[in-house]
């Protein structure tokens, strides 16, 4: 059976993630004038962000990486690495496929 404490850092992960989710939200809600809401859409990426923050927790902490020389990961941990499990994920994706972004800017847009 899964120790308790396991259990507390996926929470925390999938926490850290959601609110990860929760907060790109509300900027974009906030950075354009006239959004429209949609709530499957909201749901599905809150939802998403929370299991790739749950993903990085569980990575990181299977790793047995020290952060910030403390040894324990503790659900504290967990959450912030979930919150930063997104951004972590991208400059992964941005190392292996020595890209500058994961999106591509259509050539109108490009400068030459």
């Known amino acids: ?3 308790s404490i396991y259990i507390s850092i996926l929470i925390a ?3 850290g993630g959601v609110v990860r989710g929760l907060v790109g939200f509300i900027k974009h809600q906030f950075a354009y ?5 949609e709530l499957y859409y909201f749901l599905f990426m809150t939802f998403l962000s929370g299991i790739i923050g749950l993903l990085a927790a569980v990575a990181t902490k299977e790793l ?3 952060i910030v020389g403390v040894s324990t990961f503790t659900p504290a941990l967990a959450f912030i690495v979930g919150y930063a499990g997104g951004d972590f994920l991208e400059n992964i994706y941005k ?3 020595k890209k500058t972004s994961i999106y591509e800017i259509p050539d ?4 030459k």
């Open 95 to 97: 190392i292996v496929l």
């Open 33 to 37: 004038k006239s959004v429209k809401f």
């Open 64 to 66: 047995g990486i020290s």
């Open 13 to 15: 992960g999938f926490g």
């Open 108 to 111: 109108v847009l490009q400068k």
């Open 1 to 3: 059976m899964w120790e």
